[in-house]
């Protein structure tokens, strides 16, 4: 475990267990979901506050698709799905590059076994007073081209939350929509929506401006590079949790015959890196 503070900013990671944040608080304030202690052994990213995706997001149908006149086929890794899902970095193992007392960056590489091309992704965290800022890159160590994203899966405490969202449109069933849809009331973001009210398992176009989430007590803002180009929004009626997760391509994208400038799918050539910020300031209620 890897424990960052800066002020009363405090942020904890274990990079063993999926590169996951296990808790993000600010003087003893919650601002992610806190998890439980892990299980060196058994363990899953979805009972942490935080967990990466890479080196894509959300799913892939059947864990199958083709690039370049090659015909992929992905393990189905989160039963009972038959799909891929979010990638391979949440769950292995990330190394600790570096760490300080308000700096960390964790690295994660893969050897083109289960993904077919070899990849080194990384995680810089640094903290500030008031800000959390996450950089993510993912360099292709392949020698032919690949398909590329990332994106960052943060859960936040449902109760008394309300969310602003800059939302364009939206890749609605279950994120695998061969194109996007036009933004309705049900799942219009743009002005202050109570998260309990909400009921969307949806990724979004978003433009440039801040999400917005506020509680009784605090306030948080995130900005994410342009590289971020999408949004995630999951609201599960059943769990005190709720999802806002900046992400750089719709889910499905290797399946879909629209351009990259729609679908936001990157491809790396050898040695090239993909890399994006995402900065989350804190504001308390004074």
């Known amino acids: 475990m890897i424990t960052l503070s800066h002020g009363d900013l405090e942020l904890c990671l274990a990079p ?11 003087g003893g304030t919650h601002l992610l979901r806190a998890a439980e202690m892990p299980s060196p052994n058994h363990w899953d990213a979805r009972d942490f506050a935080a967990f990466p995706m890479v080196p894509f997001v959300g799913r892939i149908d059947q864990g199958q698709f083709v690039f370049q006149g090659q015909s992929i086929a992905l393990p189905a890794n989160m039963p009972p799905e038959p799909h891929a899902i979010h990638g391979l970095g949440w769950q292995s ?39 959390l800022s996450l950089t993510l890159s993912l360099t292709n160590k392949s020698q032919s081209p690949m398909p590329a994203g990332f994106g960052w899966h943060p859960y936040f405490p449902k109760s008394g939350a309300s969310l602003t969202a800059p939302v364009l449109r939206s890749w609605t069933g279950r994120h695998m929509a061969p194109e996007a849809a036009a933004i309705d009331p049900q799942t219009d973001l743009r002005h202050t929506r109570t998260v309990a009210d909400l009921a969307l398992d949806t990724a979004f176009d978003v433009s440039a401006n801040p999400v917005e ?18 949004l995630t929004v999951f609201t599960p009626a059943d769990e005190p949790s709720f999802c806002v997760e900046p992400i750089t391509h719709a889910p499905n994208a290797l399946n879909m015959s629209l351009s990259s400038q729609e679908t936001g799918l990157q491809v790396l050539e050898p040695n090239q890196t993909l890399t994006g910020t995402i900065r989350i300031d804190v504001e308390m209620a004074s």
Not at 16 to 26: A, D, L, P, R
Not at 111 to 119: E, I, K, N, Q, V
Not at 215 to 223: A, C, E, G, Q, V
């Open 93 to 131: 193992a990330w190394e600790v590059e570096h760490a300080s007392d308000a700096e960390a960056t964790l690295m994660h590489k893969h050897d083109g076994a289960l993904w077919p091309w070899s990849y080194v992704a990384r995680q810089q965290f640094k903290l500030t007073n008031t800000r």
């Open 213 to 230: 989430m506020e509680w009784p007590d605090h306030r948080l803002i995130i900005r994410s590079d342009p590289v971020f180009s999408k």
């Open 16 to 26: 063993s267990h999926g590169g996951c944040v296990t808790s993000f608080s600010k």
